[in-house]
């Protein structure tokens, strides 16, 4: 409920008593929150109301999690994942996260899951084909995907989010099994090409061996030849060994180049940019590495060539040293390949394929020395076998044929059948620890926790905005407000309500009067037609605090007005008036708004004939008073409006009516117009005794007071 603030100061002016801002208690903060305690309470409501229509009528959405091993020390892929250090086991189980959110394998997850008989069953392609395309479809199944690394492990969770239990555990397990495949074809996909490879030069050794055997048996049938020398067996034997050696190594560079080819197509698949640099890698201490790598395979051949065993320390000393260059050669072409790309770099994402590139690579220029060592050997060889008698030579070179082909095909029986068994070993280095399983609550909504945060918003929010408006209103609302002004307060009126004066409507009817002249008008007499009510009671303390001002100061003729209109003060100085009256003293109540008079229809009463009047000399002052029906309290209305009020309210002629007024009556009462507007109020209280300021609380600034003051 709002109030009226009613404030006196002498006929001198106000003036600030002075003293600081007054620092506030929590009393102080205590009344800002009970003055917007509505507003907070609709803030929470509105607020509430919000969050539980979002968390009671929003779809819910369940997260189902897989957890997944990357395990990069399995089968052939070996050396393939065989990275050191710390950094470089995060970038790869990073890149492996990569992988699981890459649209790549959304579109794969989604062709699997066209291709389900539970398709019909997913919300995911509810809207294919009606407001979702294919693509999109893709990109929204690659939003509700969550992929991250297990801190301090090789484990990577997988999240993802649906409409329903089953639907979010169903796409999670998928999703996985699509993503351990893929990384399944890629681990074989490298041996399947050995294998089909192994497989064709297989099938043409054997050819090639009876083809030898038949010969040799021919030759032997028709040149009656049984045997060979001691000393020509042991260079045909020699020459065979050192042959199969050979085609050996230009077997083992064919089938590194198969793995390269293929290594090479998935990495163009990747990135179109990559492959040239792997390709065109170089530097000088790339090929000084590839120079001794060449020099130590030339080395071994004429080791072997010598007749020396290949477990002789002298050529595993060679092979050592072999091995670590191959080991750095790998290191520098890494470095150069991925020396300046950034840690977010497309390209870095193929790291594990391009260190695998390099060591195929690697391998390619080990086997291309070591067969061009052997050729030489072999050419050497092949010149004593050119110095035998023609009849031995021709049997020689049939015997080496044979002996060459039956060793290249036992080798290659041995590495096929090696390769068909590392294909069949080959499952991979992701491993599915945990499937996912239908979630029991959803993560969005969370009922409990949106209202306890409805609740903390909605009261933070009412609170913070009852203190803003407290901190950005520049109206008086308290009565210590007044005080620190330096003000003496007089009275505080309550709003006049007439439906908590006893609460029924039969009070505004008996307020209205008997005549029905300004219903809104009778309203006011609260003091006269209620005088029991708290309103009147008010009205009455108000009285007395003025009574004591007259004993102390002499006061017997008042000014009534207020900062701005609106404000109350026909309405305070109404009752004011009625008041005094009834306690006996002779009052008289005079209309001075010559702009906006209001009493004479307060009192029902005709203006015609008042203050205006006098002021001219038009008319007497007996014929301008007029009863009002309340005892001792008598009317003069403001009379004709005049076009110069300041001025004949200034006048001397006001003067004296006011000295006459004084001589018949115990209480003078003068209503005005407000201070800010107009200057009749400043003009008139000069006259008179004292001034009485009446404040609305919630509408009067307080820097209007100020200035009404001065």
Known sequence: MSQSLNNHSNNNGFQLKGGGAKEHTVHDYLAVLYRSRWLILSIFAATMAGVSYYTFFTPPTYQASATMMIDDKQGFSESLFDVTGLNQQRTMINNQVEILKSRHLAQAVITRLLKSPKKDSLALFEQLGKEMTLVDVIDFLRESITAAPVRETDLISLKVTARTPWEAAFLANTIADVYRDFDR?????????????LDEQLKRKEKDLKESEDSLKEFLKNEQIASLSDEVTQVVEQSANFESLYKEAEIDKEVNKKRLEYLKD??????????TEVVQVSSPLILQLREEMAEIERT????LSQGVNETDPEVMREKDKLEAIKRRLTEETRKLILQGLPADDPLTQAQDLVLKIIEVETEMTASAARAKALQRVVASYNAKMEALPDQNVKLAQLERNRKVDENLYMMMRE????????QAGQIGKVRILDRALPPATPISPRVKLNLILGLIMGLGLGVGTAFARDFLDVSIRRVEEIEEMGLTVLGAIPKIDPYLLNGSRSSEREFRGKNGKDEAGQIRLVTHFKPKSPVSEAYRTLRTNLQFSES?????SFLVTSTGPGEGKSTTITNLAITVGMQGKRTILVDADLRRPVLHKVFGLERNLGLSNILVQKASLDSVIQATG?????VITSGVLPPNPAEMLGSNRMQELIDALRQRYDLCLFDTPPLIAVTDAAVLGKMLDGV??????????RDAVRRGME
């Open 692 to 701: 009485l300021l009446v404040v609305k609380a919630g509408q009067t600034r």
């Open 630 to 634: 309340v005892r001792n309290l008598e």
């Open 266 to 275: 998935l990495l163009r698949k990747s990135t179109s940019s990559l492959e």
């Open 415 to 422: 590495k096929y059948e090696e390769s068909r068994i590392t």
């Open 300 to 303: 071994i051949a004429v080791y």
């Open 552 to 556: 102390e100061h002499n006061l017997h």
């Open 185 to 197: 074809d890629f681990t074989r996909g490298e041996i399947k090409q050995v294998v089909k490879f």
